[in-house]
């Protein structure tokens, strides 16, 4: 009898683990985000929940049906009962003027559910031709580090340059992006070695202005140049970059907001023009406005929403800049990306 109990509660008990089994289910398996304009991150949080009886295991993490879409999973494992949030980002730069579906697929243990579908779907209106999107910012960036004393740097310089003296670069290595650097000295006697400096400590996307600001001058005359004129003759090192090579890509960013919001944090090299500053700019600017496009630098202009920078970056491709743009859904949707990648508290 007490051998036929136990095979019992044997029985009993294996045919419960037969049963146990993940089962995976979603708060929704289609978020339909409307219409939104073209720069616009569009952010959704799924709701996963293993409603079986055994722990869910995910498999890989989630595939996406395009690479303006990402979805990664925080943990690979959810007891019975346990649930987790996936937060899926659609990149809606490109999608400008289509309607739009991108797919989620999580893979998972389930054995009647191995490949759960979800769906973002809905519409992308057109952005503006004086608008780009905080993706393009980011692509685009640029950053010239001119690492001249701040006495030089003070007589003359280029416009939307940081200043970085030699002896403080090392401490600069806490705030520096990781982006484009073009380093900057007065005739190509420092840069290409700060440059290299730069490449030995992970910045790998750096190169040195051939002949400095000199070298600036010479090939391009008083381009973007603001203040003197630099007095020595420049040396041209093989490996740096031709000034007109740079000139072709030069970035500058303006920032319209008020000052003690700038004060507060900015993007590195951020120029503080504030909501009524524009016309001291313009002396350094008009004179572009009668070249090609493409030797006109990109001008993006940004504040905390879409106010003025909108209206400047219409003014500013009136008078023929057709390279100024106004960042669609300003600082928020580059901090909605990026968080505080690239930016800095007012350090002088």
């Not at 089994?21 to 219409?35: C, K, N, Q």
Request: glycine residues 8%; neutral net charge; contains cysteine.
């Amino acid at each position: 009898m007490r051998r036929a109990i136990l095979l019992g509660i044997a029985l009993a008990v294996f045919a419960a683990v037969l049963r146990a089994t993940p089962r995976i289910a979603a708060s929704e398996l289609l978020y339909d985000f409307g219409t939104v304009r073209e720069g616009i991150l569009v952010v959704r949080r799924f709701t996963l929940r293993n409603e079986g009886t055994s722990p869910l295991t995910f498999t890989r993490q989630p595939g996406v049906s395009c690479g303006c879409t990402t979805a990664p999973l925080p943990k690979m494992t959810l007891a019975p009962g346990e649930l987790v949030e996936l937060e899926v980002r659609f990149e809606t730069t490109g999608y400008g003027g289509r309607r739009a579906i991108q797919y989620v697929y999580v893979y998972s243990d389930d054995p009647a559910l191995p490949r759960l579908t979800l769906v973002l779907q809905g519409d992308v209106a057109p952005r503006e031709p004086y608008e780009d999107t905080a993706y393009m910012l980011r692509y685009r960036y640029r950053l010239i580090l001119d690492v001249r004393s701040r006495e030089a740097f003070a007589r003359g310089h280029l416009l939307g340059a940081v200043n970085v003296p030699l002896a403080e670069l090392e401490q600069a290595l806490a705030w520096l992006p990781q982006t484009t650097l073009y380093v900057c000295d007065e005739a190509g006697e420092a840069g290409p070695a700060a440059a290299e400096w730069l490449r030995q400590r992970g910045f790998w996307a750096v190169r040195a202005i051939a002949g400095g600001l000199a070298g600036w001058v010479q090939e391009l005359g008083p381009y973007l140049l603001v203040g003197e004129k630099p007095s020595a003759a420049p040396l041209m090192a093989p490996a740096a970059v031709p000034p007109a090579s740079l000139a072709r890509e030069y970035f500058l960013l303006l920032d319209f907001r008020e000052p003690a919001a700038f004060a507060r944090e900015h993007l590195v090299g951020a120029l503080p023009v504030g909501p009524n500053g524009l016309d001291r700019l313009l002396p350094h600017l008009l004179p572009l406005a009668g070249l090609p496009a493409e030797q006109q630098p990109f001008i993006y202009c940004v504040d905390e929403g879409e106010g003025v920078a909108q209206a400047a970056a219409q003014f500013l491709q009136a008078l023929g800049l057709a390279r100024a743009y106004a960042v669609v859904g300003g600082l928020p949707q580059w901090r909605i990306r990026y968080g505080d990648s690239f930016m800095v508290a007012l350090r002088q």
